[in-house]
């Protein structure tokens, strides 16, 4: 029993350690939103992120077909709607987004796409607290459709971004 409640303490401490510590250092360094996040922090954003949909939400599968209509469909959109924080080719490379903290994910990155599509369409739906991702709600196929697209985000072509500079007047 002894040794529990040293051990007991010994966590207690150390947590209490930590917070003075991580308290001491926001304050020395404050909140600014231009300041590239330690990893540390990144990490806490990306679990935020992986917390922000409920585990009914990784189950759900995409019942939109990946025909090229719905990926061209979603491009538009995504052009329309998303891009002025996310960037046309998903990069987050947007003046918008330079103010952000946590800033908006490059999409094509396994930070992104490992995401099940019931995970992305949960936060393009219901956005996360904390960041600059609102919950847009929706027409629930479109919202598959833009999972689509995100997947395809990877590969998307020189074609496709000009296309989507035409719709968003980008010189991106």
């Given at each position: 029993?002894?040794i ?16 003075i510590w ?49 990926i061209?469909?979603a ?23 330079a ?44 919202n ?13 072509s ?8 035409e ?6």
């Amino acid at each position: 029993m002894r040794i529990l409640k040293a051990a007991a303490l010994t966590v207690v401490c150390s947590i209490a350690i930590a917070v003075i510590w991580f308290g001491c250092y926001m304050k020395s360094r404050g909140f600014s939103a231009r300041e590239r996040p330690a990893a540390f922090e990144a990490y806490l954003a990306r679990q935020a992120r992986r917390l922000a949909s409920p585990s009914g939400a990784r189950e759900m599968k995409n019942p939109v077909e990946p025909t090229p209509l719905a990926i061209a469909e979603a491009r538009d959109h995504f052009a329309d709607h998303c891009a002025t924080c996310h960037a046309n080719n998903g990069s987050g490379k947007t003046q918008i987004n330079a103010g952000l903290y946590p800033p908006a994910p490059d999409m094509r990155q396994d930070e992104t796409q490992q995401l099940t599509d019931g995970e992305i369409f949960y936060i393009i739906k219901n956005g996360i607290r904390f960041t600059g991702m609102p919950g847009w709600g929706g027409d629930d196929e479109e919202n598959w459709k833009l999972v689509l697209f995100i997947r395809h985000l990877p590969k998307l072509s020189a074609k496709e971004i000009e296309l989507m500079k035409e719709i968003n007047h980008s010189k991106q």
